[in-house]
């Protein structure tokens, strides 16, 4: 019979013990999902007593000091400061309309053609009858003058030659050796020579300038060069033209058309200052001031803004609408910028530089005498007091009770004064 050695002994004395771990160990495998599921559970607490007692995550807004500017917000339209409506000045058949809608002329740019055929031949007609009264004074100076001239020397020498004849006889008859006869003939032709003379000074007179004949002629050729001036006039008006640089922007006139003096043909916007035109809020009124600036966009480029300035207040606010038009210049209007566009605009009527500012939505009771906020300090809610400035869109001033760099929580945040908090900057 075999003997149990010592160490079996010990071997088979450690074996029950040796099973018992075995189990123990089976056993907490066996229920491994258990406990790794409780011990989530124990930390999820401890980590959910931690965040208990810290507060919850309350997102902050920082006090800052920057420019607040309020702004009067308004929309309008694109116009020129005028627009002139081109016409005809005659009736006529429209034969060619040389621009389009749109487009931009120049001054003295031919715009539209009339026919002119009738206004041609009336012009010929005027040039003939300036060329003959020109004729007229070109007889009176190169002929009749100086036949007039040549006249009044022969009529002067023959009244000479009456006078030593008379002058004679009247001394023959008065010394008996003359007859009476001869010295009724010497009268009689002495008073002829006197007639003749005073005709060809009247000849002369009336052929010179000053006289009536001068001036009949010269009366003539005024009126026929005024004539020929209104001629050429009512032929430059078969041509219409730009009247100053511009764009064209209506245009109602076609080819063969028969137009009417003063009808609107074409609209054109002058090239120069543009403005704005908006209206405003009457409520609004008390805010305005000439000499604003403002930022405007064009609702097709709404991300490309410029600036612009106020120049013009209605006096009178219109009933129906309760509002106000106003008119801003535009110093550098830019390229894209058309007549009639719809445009937005922003009006500075307040400016306030270096200022304390936080968010509207952190004001507790803004319009009360005792507006408040609630700022983060030492990982609590504090209430703080404060005095309001200007408010502009979603911004407010504080004039006292905060200093930048301070955080304040939105209202809508729920948290009461006094509680804990762990702020997390927005």
Do not use: C
Request: zero cysteines; charged letters at 20%; a positive charge.
């Amino acid at each position: 019979m075999d003997q149990i050695t010592p160490a079996a002994d010990t071997a088979s004395r450690d074996l029950p013990k040796a099973a018992g771990h075995g189990g123990l160990i089976a056993a907490v495998w066996h229920r491994k999902w258990r406990i790794a599921a409780l011990m989530l559970v124990l930390a999820g607490a401890g980590w959910g007593l931690l965040r208990w007692r810290a507060g919850p995550e309350v997102v902050v807004y920082p006090v800052v000091k920057a420019e607040l500017v309020r702004t009067v917000v308004a929309t309008g339209h694109v116009e020129t400061p005028y627009r002139v409506s081109i016409g005809s000045q005659i009736t006529g058949t429209v034969k060619e309309v040389l621009v389009e809608e749109g487009q931009s002329v120049r001054q003295g740019q031919p715009l539209v053609s009339l026919d002119a055929t009738e206004l041609e031949s009336a012009v010929v007609q005027a040039e003939g009858a300036v060329a003959q009264a020109d004729a007229r004074m070109r007889q009176l100076r190169e002929l009749t003058k100086p036949a007039a001239d040549e006249a009044q020397k022969q009529a002067r020498a023959n009244l000479d030659n009456a006078r030593a004849a008379f002058d004679r006889a009247d001394k023959l008859a008065k010394s008996g050796a003359g007859t009476q006869a001869t010295l009724d003939e010497a009268t009689r032709a002495l008073n002829v020579a006197l007639t003749l003379a005073r005709t060809a000074e009247l000849q002369v007179y009336t052929s010179s300038p000053g006289g009536s004949d001068y001036v009949i002629a010269e009366t003539q050729l005024s009126q026929a060069k005024a004539n020929l001036a209104t001629a050429r006039a009512r032929l430059g008006y078969a041509t219409i033209t730009a009247p100053r640089d511009g764009v064209l922007i209506t245009r109602s006139v076609e080819r063969g058309a028969v137009v009417q003096a003063g009808k609107t043909l074409l609209v054109l916007a002058p090239a120069g200052d543009t403005q704005l035109v908006v209206q405003i809020d009457e409520k609004n009124l008390s805010l305005l001031k000439l000499g604003q600036s403002a930022l405007a966009s064009a609702d097709a480029y709404p991300d490309q803004r410029f600036p612009a300035s106020l120049t013009y207040i209605n006096p009178s606010v219109d009933i129906t609408r309760a509002s106000v038009e106003v008119k801003l210049t535009v110093p550098e209007p830019p390229v894209y910028l058309r007549q009639d566009m719809t445009v937005s605009v922003d009006i500075a009527v307040d400016r306030r530089p270096d200022a304390v500012v936080v968010p509207a939505r952190t004001v507790h009771s803004p319009t009360s005498a005792a507006p408040f906020v609630l700022v983060a300090r030492d990982g609590r809610a504090r209430e703080q007091k404060v005095r309001l400035g200007l408010r502009a869109g979603d911004q407010v001033q504080v004039l006292e009770g905060l200093t930048p760099g301070e955080a304040v929580l939105p209202v809508a945040s729920g948290v009461r004064a006094g509680q804990r908090i762990r702020p997390v900057s927005r």
